[in-house]
Nanobody
Framework: QLQACGGGLVQAGGSLGLSCALS????????LGWYRQAPGKERELVATFTSSGNTNYADSVKGRFTISRDSAWNTVYLQMNSLKPEDTAVYYC???????????????WGQGTQVTVSS
């Protein structure tokens, strides 16, 4: 399971930090990341990193958002700076996990946390 928290209301130009804790049976993690969905829009990638060392950011957040994790891959963070009204969305954490050896990789989503940026 993934449990996300840290959303809220902030003025444009402000900062917020999100965190997402992983729990349950986990054998291996391929990727951790954050996605967001604004009203009337499709869910989009915000930032991800993989166990192979690749980190990706959406162009719209590069230089403003930073994804990180703890050393045990138990928690993934998203630090959001210089927030803009267009960053308003529900933010979801996602993990690509193999729960037991030899099983398939599965996509697991957190419950979503609302981020609202006022102008």
């Amino acid at each position: 399971q993934l449990q996300a928290c840290g959303g809220g209301l902030v003025q444009a130009g402000g900062s917020l930090g999100l965190s997402c804790a992983l729990s349950g049976t986990i054998y291996s993690i391929k990727a951790l990341g954050w996605y967001r969905q604004a009203p009337g829009k499709e869910r989009e990638l915000v930032a991800t990193f993989t166990s192979s060392g690749n980190t990706n950011y959406a162009d719209s957040v590069k230089g403003r958002f930073t994804i990180s994790r703890d050393s045990a891959w138990n928690t993934v963070y998203l630090q959001m700076n210089s927030l803009k009204p267009e960053d308003t969305a529900v933010y979801y954490c996602k993990a690509v996990i193999m729960d037991i050896p030899g099983s398939f990789w599965g996509d697991y989503w957190g419950q979503g946390t609302q981020v609202t940026v006022s102008s």
